[in-house]
Each structure stands twice: as C-alpha cells, then as structure tokens.
C-alpha cells in the first residue's frame, strides 16, 4: 500500500477540495481507536467519498496503513492541547461538513473548535474508552481535570458515537448529554484485508519450537491492560506444564513488567516482542488469547483473535468484552484481578484442540465487520446523500 504524504496544516489553500467528511485523531499510534478511523477512512474512499484524516501530530506505526486517496494532514502540534489553533485553521480552510473525532483528547479540541470556530459543521464525537477507571470516581484524583473538561466541552458536539452499550450509559450519565443522540456502534474490525494477513507466519524466538504452544496478548503496556496479574496466572502454568507467553506491544510498563517475570522466574518462558504490523499472524497460530484488563472501551483483538479461530479468555471487565463474547457464549470470562482464575481458564484452554471457526460465531463476527459497521456510519454520519452526489456527478462526467 503507497500511503499518502502528509500535508501541514499551514499549507492548506482555500481552493483545494473540500472533503465529504473529517476524521480527527491525536496521532497514528497503533491503538484500536486509530485503526478504526483508517478502516473507516478505506470504506468511506471506497465509496466515493472525499475523505481527510487529519491528526494532531504525524507520529506513529500506522502511517503507512491510511489510505492513498485520504487527504492526510498534520496540525504540527507539540501536544495535543496546543493543537486548537491549528485546528481552527483547519476548520476555516477545508470547510468539511462533518467531523468524527476518536480519543478523548482529539475529542475536547474537536469540541472547542465546535465551540469557537467560525466555520459550522456537525459534529459527532466517538467514546472509544472508558471515562473512569475502574473504582470510585471521586477517589481517582489524577482523572478530575480531563473529567471537568469533558464535562464543560462535551456539551458543543451534535451527537456521540459509543462503541460499546457500557460506554453508552456512562455518556448518558454525564450531566448535560443524555439529551444528546449517542449511537451505540460497535467498532470495524474485519475487513477484505483480514483473511489474507491471518495465515501468515509469525516471527518467533528461536526458544519457541514449531509444536510449542503460547498463550498471547496484544496492547499498549499500560497498567490499565492487567498484565501484572497475566504474568502471575502464567507462572502458576509453567509450574504445570511447558508453554511460552508472547506479548505484543510497547508502552512506558515495558521495565516494569520485564523485571515482574525475572522475579516470577518466568524471563525464558515470556517474550515482550514489542508492536509487530500484523498481529494477527500471531493469533491464528497461538493456542489461546488473553485479555486481562481491567477496564477496556471495546476490545478489538478480541474480535480479532476469535476470527482467526483461536480460543479467548478475557476478564470481564467494562466495557466490550462481555458484549464481544455474548456473556460467555463464545469465550472465557474470568473475574478482574483474579489470578487463579485466570490461570485455571488457561490451564483449561491448553488442554483442548483448538475448535473449528462454526458457523455461529461466523455469523457472529460479522457484527464487527466493515461492510455492517461501514453501513451504520454512513447513515449516521449522513452521508449517503453526498455518495449519490459523487456518483451522479461520475455519470455526467462519463457523459
């Protein structure tokens, strides 16, 4: 894939093409929230759409991911709070109609420009994490700004996009926008693209043969995602039987957690092999997945995982996993924070053959697919309209 080259804000001209839409995000980080704004991006380019990506900062591994044909551009900002300016810039020169912002920085700064620009555009901002963590609100000192600046911006938007009904409630909660519409939709996962990454070989150490089997995990190395407690329940399995732990992914825990298995005495048998592009080769081959969050806005690898046919256990925390999962019916769900659990769900999944992918998480999984979730952006955003527009003007030019 040629990716498209990114174009600074400050050379933006009035007289460019004005997009059909905008999708605005902080950076190109490998996180879920960025790859679902590029799967979007593809299906809207796909359509007919005139499409601009615009991001705070032109940093991270998914930039040669957007597609050629989105009009990439960068606000230059050094941080994401400093990028209004920019923003406003970008408002006033491109004029798009629509905007869908995703993370929940990207999402203030979208609605102060809502708020102050002098350029009117719908805006629909999407709740892709959790607004609290887990516990007491009140007692999570660390979160009360970022909660104060939701709560005085968030008002400015036309509407919200939850990815899960957890998410969906918790917006409803906050005071001021459960008048709002807020559209639970679940996040674009599988693509045209997704049968033909899976069967390809993943690279291992050298310490994992052929026949041996590893248990993975996929995301940042943050605290939120639990891995204290996976690297605990894993230790509890090697003390039963041979097997490897992979983890896919980097993040300021990386230290922190190689230090945790050499005290475990588990270094030789867990593998931090930091962002891999194609995570889902790993999935297909691995013998069982693990989410171990404690708190999650969706849970995209395990949509993945599951369509690659490898079997998942995930704590069930809020929000997505018991959604995903349909209360258990296709996956494990173990308590958060419970190690024992944890390890006895993984001692369970290494002792059975991996089952063949039925026909009911099949159907299933197409809940999660681009052409379904595609469709009911689409109709949320409005934009059904501007694609007979593009089309009937492709047949008067053809004529």
């Not at 498209?4 to 004005?18: K, M, T, W």
């Not at 929230?33 to 032109?58: M, P, S, T, W």
């Not at 996962?189 to 997704?194: A, W, Y």
């Not at 490898?310 to 018991?322: A, L, Y």
């Amino acid at each position: 894939m040629i990716a498209p080259a990114c174009i600074p804000v400050s050379r933006l001209v009035a007289d460019e093409a004005r997009p059909d839409v905008a999708l605005f995000l902080p950076t190109l980080y490998s996180g879920g929230a960025e790859r679902v704004q590029i799967n979007l991006a593809k299906h809207f380019l796909d359509r007919g759409l005139q499409v601009d990506l615009v991001v705070c900062k032109y940093f991270g591994s998914l930039k040669d991911k957007v597609p050629n044909g989105v009009r990439l551009i960068s606000l230059d900002a050094s941080k994401v709070m400093f990028s209004l300016p920019a923003y406003l810039r970008y408002l006033r020169i491109a004029r798009p109609p629509i905007v869908l912002s995703s993370v929940e920085n990207a999402n203030i700064i979208s609605c102060l420009g809502k708020m102050f620009g002098s350029h009117r555009h719908r805006l629909l901002v999407r709740l892709d994490n959790s607004l609290s963590e887990p516990g007491i609100l009140p007692l999570q000192m660390h979160r009360w700004p970022v909660m104060m600046a939701i709560a005085s911006t968030f008002h400015a938007a036309d509407g919200f996009v939850a990815v899960s009904r957890g998410l969906k409630e918790q917006l409803r909660r906050v005071p001021g926008l459960g008048r709002k519409p807020i559209h639970h939709i679940y996040n674009p996962i599988i693509d045209k693209e997704f049968d033909a990454q899976a069967p390809l070989s993943p690279e291992l150490p050298s310490s994992i043969g052929p026949k041996d089997p590893f248990v993975l995990a996929v995301g940042r190395l943050h605290k939120q995602k639990g891995y204290r407690h996976l690297l605990m329940a894993f230790a509890r399995i090697v003390k039963q039987r041979s097997a490897h732990l992979v983890i896919l992914g980097e993040g300021d825990e990386r230290a922190e957690l190689q230090g945790l298995a050499d005290t475990l005495g588990i270094a030789s048998r867990v593998h931090f092999l930091g962002y891999r592009s194609n995570a889902l080769a790993y999935m297909r081959q691995a013998a069982v997945f693990v989410l171990s969050s404690h708190a999650e806005g969706f849970g995209n690898v395990i949509v993945e995982a599951l369509a690659c046919g490898t079997p998942v256990i995930s704590t069930d925390c809020p929000h997505g996993p018991r959604e995903i999962l349909a209360d258990g019916r296709y996956g494990t769900l173990v308590p958060v924070g419970d190690v024992d659990a944890l390890a006895d769900a993984m001692a369970a999944k290494l002792d059975q053959p991996k089952p063949p992918l039925s026909n009911e998480l099949k159907e299933h999984l197409q809940l999660f697919s681009i052409e379904v979730i595609g469709k009911q952006y689409l109709e949320t955003l409005d934009l059904f309209s501007s694609m007979t527009s593009q089309t009937e003007l492709a047949k008067a030019t053809v004529a």
